[in-house]
């Protein structure tokens, strides 16, 4: 059993920041990319950021300079500063992780997701 729980959403006005934490649990051999998504209502579930095992990272065009991913490998977690919060990054935020929980055996996994309001 392998879960993701994450924690760290609320509400927040324009401008403001605040940091998503997403650790991995369970039976866990080891763990690839790991990243975040949002939803926004009426909306496709899109991403947000990539962080790949060794530290290397990717964002979408939306947040560059603004928000930053980040992972502890020792404590299988993964993090995101959102800085200068929009309206428009209003979503739910969900935590994705590729996991291995044998050196074959792969699969993505995802969190509950947390609520992110941005007021104007």
């Known amino acids: 059993q392998v879960q993701l729980v994450e924690s760290g959403g609320g509400l927040v006005q324009a401008g403001g920041s605040l940091i998503l934490s997403c650790t991995a649990s369970?039976?866990?051999?080891?763990?690839?990319?790991m990243g975040w998504y949002r939803q926004a209502p009426g909306k496709q579930r899109e991403l947000v950021a990539l962080?790949?095992?060794?530290?290397?990272?990717n964002y979408a065009d939306s947040v560059k300079g603004r928000f930053s991913i980040s992972r502890d490998n020792t404590k299988n977690t993964v993090f995101l500063q959102m800085n200068s919060l929009k309206p428009e990054d209003t979503a739910v935020y969900y935590c994705?992780?590729?996991?291995?929980?044998?050196?074959?055996?792969?699969?993505?996994?995802w969190g509950q997701g947390t609520q992110v309001t941005v007021s104007s």
């Open positions: 962080i790949t095992r060794g530290g290397s990272t």
């Open positions: 369970g039976s866990i051999f080891s763990i690839d990319d």
């Open positions: 994705n992780a590729y996991i291995y929980r044998s050196s074959t055996r792969g699969a993505d996994y």
